[in-house]
């Protein structure tokens, strides 16, 4: 009977069933990862100009990033600002990475500290949570861009127990968590807002009856298993006494 029961059919499991060969899905959204509040920056400046001691100034605070350039981090506060050397408190929320870059080298520029600045801002920490059949994972995005399948496939894939219609995409909204089901059995996920995944996203998955049935079998299994087993020693010393004594 639980061999019956926990037959996985393709039609159950099968990602994008509704795409076949020549499909094309024209997306919606062009991804570009916003700055918020807890989000740690890399911004490195430098300048075209002989004189490479210019820059100098503004790559004081924080640490090395030890990746290329020796930018320094900072870390956006409550309020969604940071504080930069020379230029003061800046305000970087909901700003993407380039519309920073443009920002602060407009600023250089216009305030005469050098001609020509290059500036190059960077995600330190913009990672995806996957929680899901007793585990959690911690994905780290190198390139500020997930979507929903990549972050699936970066966490080892699902297993024929995982309902496909219960895959929550959980994220900070305004101050507010919330949670929308994405199925990646439909290319319908393709048109939705949370297909592009965003800097401290949770995907969390569910398990199916069957699979927690076949958990259960084998708990109780392996239970009654080891109690036979002890049954079994018992009886075999108790007749070894037995025809001992005899």
Not at 81 to 105: C, E, M, S, Y
């Amino acid at each position: 009977m639980l061999m019956l029961t926990s037959c996985v059919t393709p039609r159950r499991v099968n990602y994008l069933q509704d795409m076949t060969q020549g499909t094309q899905i024209k997306l919606e959204h062009r991804f570009e990862a916003k700055i918020a509040p807890y989000d740690e920056l890399s911004i490195f400046v430098s300048t075209s100009q002989v004189d490479q001691t210019l820059a100098a100034p503004f790559n004081t605070i924080g640490t090395p990033n030890g990746v290329g350039n020796r930018g320094s981090s900072y870390l956006v506060d409550v309020n969604g600002n940071i504080d930069f050397p020379v230029l003061g408190k800046l305000r970087v929320a909901n700003l993407t990475r380039l519309q920073l870059q443009d920002t602060i080298t407009a600023m250089l520029t216009r305030g005469g500290y050098l001609d020509d600045p290059y500036v190059n801002v960077r995600f330190n920490n913009f990672k995806i949570f996957f929680i899901g059949n007793g585990t959690g994972k911690v994905l780290t995005v190198e390139n500020e861009r997930c979507t929903f399948l990549e972050a699936l496939a970066m966490s080892g894939g699902l297993d024929n127990y995982t309902r496909r219609d219960r895959i929550a995409v959980m994220r900070e909204v305004d101050g507010r968590m919330v949670m929308r089901y994405l199925d990646p059995r439909s290319a319908e996920i393709f048109f939705d807002p949370f297909y592009m995944l965003q800097q401290n996203d949770f995907i969390i998955t569910d398990g199916t009856n069957v699979g927690t049935l076949r958990t259960e079998v084998s708990y109780w299994t392996g239970l009654v298993s080891t109690l036979l087993t002890a049954a079994s020693l018992i009886t075999t010393i108790m007749l070894f006494k037995a025809t001992k004594n005899n």
